[in-house]
């Protein structure tokens, strides 16, 4: 009888071992900086793994676009349960796979300016901004009129809305605020174009190399400069009319066998947990609560009067046509 | 066979690639005008860079080939290679630093009071940027072929008292006209499929190549079928290219020799002299200051911190891996491929050629998506990675390691062929009795130039790469990414001593062997 029992409590205790042995490990697809060493992954990582008993893994993928581009190619096939790093413009594409289910939050409880999804709740956002060079630009413009019209010779680098997102930002930016009149706007910018670079990187990098004054780029640029080295000499110019904004956006696959984790995550991006991390190594306006104050050189930054934003489905399907427009108007 | 396995493994993923997206209606069709503007800038800058880089070349390698002996003739060749191992940002940020607007040269230009160099950006910019990876390389090609001239021809040449222009005339054209149908194809090719470049400095919108409209068809819109005609466009024009140049590539190729240096009684004469130095200064000035003003930037940063990085030697080693497995797998293919190119006539020739070159026109980012959508399901993307990259560095490298073993395989067949067959020497004997001593040093040479070019490859590694396949290429973009731009240099500063050393390595080897053989 007493060997029945303890066979009984040894065979419990066995079957109930895998449950307590395995941690789920929970897939988070993003993009690259987000998990170098100096990017807000490898703390996220370590404050949920405390919080969930589990283990994260990060597959890391070039950029929101690149991450869009492997769901697409993976389709229900997909092996991510979280999908961190898509912006407000890719968002629709996004929906169209049919992948994401919803976060079960409420959309409105964060700090991103007029965003209210189901399926995709902010973590971060910036807003697009001219960052000039305050040692050889006295005078910067105050408007986004006033950069169109403005001297020939004070050159500005911009991206390729063909193949980057800031780029498209602008695109975006420029219709929202000249709507029908954008592509006279280009034209009358074009001329103080010095170059249309592929991404952020070239543009930044021609900048600090002193090949132009004004730089297409966020209002969170010159934080990074002040904190890390120590100079204010890049500053954001603040434009009248507002400023284009970028929401950073996470959501969880439907097909996930974790989506309960999954959902956790979400809760958990929205605390002090994620969100603490995020101004130094996003260099990004927290969504969600923070826990202690934002560093000084944040205060400092330009508040845009007013955020600019398209909405999402509008953009999907007026892209192209927009984009051939800006292709007319600055190529001719 | 070989050239039947190469266009397999191409075509598979891409009409995988096509199969699997659903049938979009392509909003360009191929007679748009904007894909006939794109067209026709693509090819004139391609045409305008190849053409400058080569008229660039010929001058400064029969001065190189002349001027045998000086202080750091080795070092310079060495350099001549680094810039192909380079990622184009990397370059673009080094040519900005001398010849920008704030760069050394108008800092010179300045203190002595003359007026600024013009603008960068626009043609001139795209054309600088490409002279400056292709010139070099074009240089170490036509050298490796004026350095393989019998040495007799040289003594004959003076002992009948050879003005230079019939020099010229008589033995270095002749001898350079065999490759240089293959290094301007290449240079071409190159020059089509450039991305980075042609959009940094070209200045804006206009200044855009077919592969600016294949990555947006795969990025932003994905639409592979576009994006397959529109690569399916480029190759067709490269092909039609290729096939013109064939006309040119006849003459008799002569004996590739073992011995290393030559001795030139042709160049005693003064004033040749001057002019050699000059060009050579003038080549070495182009090539050598952007690097300079790398290693400049680099140095600046704070190296101690970035090399207590663990990140930063798992890269390395990454990229010394990938890349070494790359280059072997390409220049093996190469060698099969020149060899049967070698051995066969006319069309199948032909055939074998192209499709030894016309790889290098598929879009990375094509194969890369078409391979990772037919193995995804069968194997874990993290996995497939390392192979992925190899493989298609390997295919991207080919057209380079082809330049260099081409000639050198169908020199070998047209002098020991034929006595290799009536001695009744086969296989595997032969290749190493009679090829092998003869090829190795244009092998060694193919190798490098394949390894230079998979080292410095971001586009296939920022499809695969993760947080456990890191490049350095790849670890320099994520620095750059978040404004990390000093640390981005010191890796650069890393890479171009990788290029360097590496260089150093292999030529080292196959030098001090022939040396011995002499």
């Not at chain 2, 040269?105 to 626009?122: A, I, M, R, T, W």
């Not at chain 2, 207590?308 to 190469?334: E, F």
């Not at chain 2, 695969?464 to 790849?474: A, N, Y």
């Not at chain 2, 360097?500 to 053989?517: G, K, P, T, Y």
Request: with cysteine; glycine share 8%.
């Amino acid at each position: 009888m007493n060997k029945a029992w303890f066979a009984a409590a040894c065979f419990t205790a066995w079957a109930l071992c895998p449950q307590i042995a395995a941690a789920e490990e929970l897939t988070i697809y993003t993009y690259e900086s987000f998990t170098a060493d100096w990017g807000p992954g490898p703390k996220v990582k370590q404050n949920f793994e405390k919080e969930c008993s589990c283990t994260v893994k990060f597959v890391a993928i070039q950029d929101g676009v690149a991450m869009l581009n492997r769901l697409q190619l993976e389709g229900a096939a997909t092996k991510a349960d979280v999908v961190l790093g898509l912006d407000n413009n890719l968002v629709t594409e996004a929906k169209e796979l049919g992948l994401f289910a919803p976060h079960g939050l409420d959309p409105a409880k964060h700090r991103a300016p007029q965003w209210r999804d189901e399926f995709f709740m902010p973590y971060d956002y910036g807003h697009f901004a001219f960052v000039y060079d305050s040692q050889v630009l006295s005078k910067p413009p105050q408007s986004l009129a006033e950069l169109v019209n403005g001297a020939g010779d004070e050159k500005i680098i911009i991206e390729d809305p063909r193949t980057s997102t800031p780029g498209l930002g602008l695109l975006l930016w420029m219709k929202d605020v000249f709507g029908e009149g954008a592509a006279d706007a280009w034209r009358r910018l074009k001329g103080r174009i010095l170059t249309v670079t592929p991404g952020w990187s070239e543009a930044y990098g021609l900048f600090t190399k002193g090949e132009a004054p004004m730089v297409l780029s966020y209002t969170t640029s010159p934080a990074y400069h002040v904190i890390e080295e120590k100079t204010d000499r890049y500053k954001a110019a603040n434009f009248s009319e507002g400023h284009y904004v970028q929401i950073e956006v996470a959501g969880v696959i439907k097909g996930s066998p974790r989506l309960d984790l999954a959902r956790r995550f979400i809760a958990f991006m929205m605390g002090p947990g994620f969100q603490d991390v995020i101004p130094t190594t996003n260099w990004m306006w927290p969504a969600g609560e923070i826990s202690k104050p934002l560093p000084a050189a944040f205060d400092a930054l330009i508040q845009p009067t007013k955020t600019l934003m398209i909405d999402p489905d509008m953009v999907a399907r007026n892209r192209k046509r927009w984009t051939e427009e800006w292709l007319n108007a600055t190529s001719r | 066979m070989a050239s039947g396995g190469i266009l397999l493994f191409v075509a598979i993923p891409v009409c995988g690639l096509i199969a699997a997206s659903e049938a979009r209606e392509s909003t360009i069709s191929l007679s748009d005008p904007y894909v006939l503007q794109i067209l026709r800038f693509t090819l004139l800058q391609a045409v305008l860079s190849a053409g400058l880089s080569i008229a660039l070349a010929i001058p400064i390698a029969r001065a190189l080939a002349r001027r045998q002996s000086f202080a750091g003739r080795d070092l310079l060749l060495r350099l001549f290679a680094v810039p192909l191992g380079l990622p184009q940002l990397v370059a673009v940020l080094g040519l900005v630093s001398v010849f920008g607007r704030q760069g050394w040269l108008n800092s010179l230009l300045g203190s002595v009071g003359l007026p600024p160099l013009p603008s960068l950006f626009g043609l001139k910019g795209i054309l600088l940027a490409h002279v400056f990876f292709n010139m070099p390389l074009a240089v170490r090609f036509l050298l490796a072929r004026l350095d393989a001239v019998p040495q007799e021809y040289w003594r004959l040449a003076a002992s009948l008292g050879f003005p230079p222009p019939s020099v010229f005339r008589l033995i270095e054209w002749p001898h350079m006209r065999t490759v240089l149908p293959g290094v301007f194809a290449l240079i071409f090719m190159l020059c089509v499929t450039s991305f980075t470049v042609v959009l940094t400095l070209g200045g804006g919108p206009q200044a855009t190549t077919l592969e600016v409209a294949i990555y947006q068809a795969l990025r932003f819109d994905f639409d592979p079928v576009l994006a397959a005609r529109l690569a399916g466009l480029q190759i067709l024009l490269c092909a039609l290219l290729l096939i013109g140049l064939q006309g040119m590539t006849l003459g008799f190729v002569g004996g590739a020799r073992l011995a290393a240096s030559t001795v030139r009684p042709d160049s005693g004469d003064k004033g040749g002299k001057v002019l050699d130095i000059l060009l050579i200064g003038c080549g070495a000035l182009l090539v050598v200051l952007p690097l300079a003003a790398i290693l400049w930037d680099g140095l600046d940063a704070d190296m101690s911190r970035l090399a207590g990085n663990a990140t930063l030697w798992r890269a390395a080693m990454w990229s010394l891996i990938l890349g070494l497995s790359a280059a072997v797998l390409a220049t093996l293919t190469a060698s099969t491929l020149a060899r049967a190119i070698a051995r066969s006539r006319g069309t199948v020739a032909l055939i074998f050629r192209m499709s030894g070159n016309l790889v290098l026109l598929i879009p990375p980012l094509v194969l890369a998506a078409g391979m990772f959508l037919l193995l995804h399901r069968l194997v874990d993307p993290q996995h497939l990675a390392p192979y992925a990259v190899v493989a298609i560095n390997a295919i991207m490298a080919l057209p380079f390691a082809m330049a260099v073993t081409e000639p050198a395989f169908r020199g070998s067949f047209l002098v020991h062929d034929r006595l290799a067959d009536s001695l009744g020497i086969e296989g595997l004997s032969r290749f190493r009795l009679v090829e092998w001593p003869v090829i190795k040093r244009s092998l060694a040479l193919g190798f490098l130039v394949a390894l230079l070019v998979s080292i410095g490859d971001f586009g296939i590694i920022a499809f695969f790469g993760s947080e456990d396949l890191i490049t350095l290429p790849l670890y320099l973009y994520q620095r750059i990414g978040s404004y990390r731009f000093n640390d981005a240099a010191a890796i650069a500063l890393v890479l171009l001593v990788v290029c360097l050393a590496l260089s150093w390595i292999i030529e080292r080897q196959s030098r001090r062997e022939a040396r011995f053989s002499q």
